[in-house]
């Protein structure tokens, strides 16, 4: 019978799978401590503790109070209620101005959008050739009326971490609320929303190794929300509704280990991609483009471009290596991503962009197999024949 290859993961900027101890931790609260944290009795006061427990954990992790902390299902609920929820506490009439960039995930974009149609006015500021924001244009965007700043810590698709403490001292010295969406960077380097400056932190959960439908949302105190759903009230009445505990059980033990181990595995990870790069680059001889490469970039994220193929094509030769041609979020379309197009790359290269993410279980010899099969697959695709189909 035909063995297959054993897969590698690097895909982790799209979702990381569950550690073993987060799912560990997270277990009895699907079996036997079942309680809804509401309740008054036993079970219910257990739930109601790991709650806050899980609490301490992400603000340990965060450097930030825990009852800065709202526990959201995830990232696009976290930035949805930073920023529609701070547009919210004015009245419907009020001008108002939120000020972005042109390289933001959709769980910022698209409340955006809805902002718009609300009254809201969007200015949107461009990046450099890095993918790095201009902070003089987030300045120079600054009206009386501008309420809100929302501004990704790192870029999902090409890593490239943007100035946030910077802009925070922009915006703190205009009186503007300045929100970042770190769903890429928390669990992957150190953070501090107190260093940072920040007033609005997105947290997404399966981004280091947490399950899906879970995150937070950091708000600074003093900072004024309103909510978008109304219930019960649990959560400050800003995430409403029975608490998922063993996904907030399992958020607090996923920012246990990170607190524990981001440093160490930040530097390892960083040798991988490095070597990643450094290897295919060789095989290549310099063939290939690495998009963001004069940037600060995620210890982990490297996008590449080979030269005269589809991405979509080379992954189709290479079928145990999980990797994407772009955002996932973007991989069903068929055209060039906005940070591509923003950073000035060209269709070609957009179409043979790759990019791979890698995690805690990656190891150099994966990165040997990933980086031989990917030359292989990329002189056989290139030869003369026809021209490969477009991707994102």
């Known amino acids: 019978m035909p063995t297959h290859k054993p897969l590698i993961y ?106 718009e149609k609300w009254g809201c006015e969007l200015s949107i500021v461009g990046c450099d050739t890095n993918g790095v924001v201009d902070t003089r244009a987030i300045a120079a965007a600054i009206r009386p009326q501008t309420k809100l700043v929302s501004i990704m810590h790192a870029n999902n698709e090409i890593g490239s971490i943007q100035p946030i403490q910077d802009i925070a001292r922009i915006c703190n010295k205009s009186g503007i609320l300045f929100h970042v969406d770190a769903a890429q960077t928390v669990g992957k380097i150190p953070i501090s929303c107190r260093d940072l400056g920040v007033d609005l932190m997105t947290v997404a959960g399966h981004k280091f190794y947490a399950p899906k439908g879970i995150g937070c949302l950091y708000i600074r105190q003093g900072v004024v929300l309103s909510g978008l759903l109304q219930g019960g009230g649990q959560e400050c009445g800003l995430s409403p509704g029975t608490e998922s505990v063993a996904n907030i059980v399992a958020l607090g033990k996923a920012s246990e280990l990170a607190r524990q181990n981001c440093g160490h595995d930040a530097e390892r990870i960083g040798m991988l991609r490095d070597q990643l790069e450094s290897r295919l680059e060789e095989k ?90 990917l030359v292989s697959a990329w002189r056989a695709t290139r030869a003369p024949g026809p021209a490969s189909a477009p991707v994102s």
Do not use: W
């Open 284 to 373: 290549t001889q310099g063939a290939i483009l690495i998009h963001a490469q004069g940037a600060q970039r995620l210890n982990n994220t490297t996008s590449i471009a080979f030269p005269d193929v589809g991405a979509m094509d080379l992954l189709n030769k290479i079928p145990f290596l999980c990797a994407s041609t772009g955002a996932a979020c973007h991989s069903h379309a068929t055209t060039i991503s906005a940070t591509l197009r923003e950073i000035g790359a060209t269709e070609s290269v957009a179409r043979g962009t790759i990019r791979m993410s890698l995690g805690r279980q990656n190891n150099a010899d994966e990165i040997e197999q990933v980086a031989n099969a």
């Open 10 to 115: 690097l895909d982790h900027n799209a979702t990381t799978p569950i550690d073993p101890c987060v799912r560990k931790a997270m277990t009895p609260f699907l079996d036997t401590q079942y309680g809804n944290p509401s309740s008054q009795h036993a079970l219910g006061r257990e739930a109601a503790r790991a709650i806050e427990l899980a609490r301490r954990e992400v603000g340990l992790l965060l450097d930030c109070r825990s009852d800065e902390l709202i526990f959201t299902s995830g990232g696009t609920e976290s930035s949805n209620l930073a920023i529609l929820g701070t547009l919210l506490t004015s009245a419907p009439s009020t001008p108002s101005h939120i000020i972005t960039s042109a390289i933001e995930h959709p769980a910022t974009l698209e409340p955006l959008k809805m902002a």
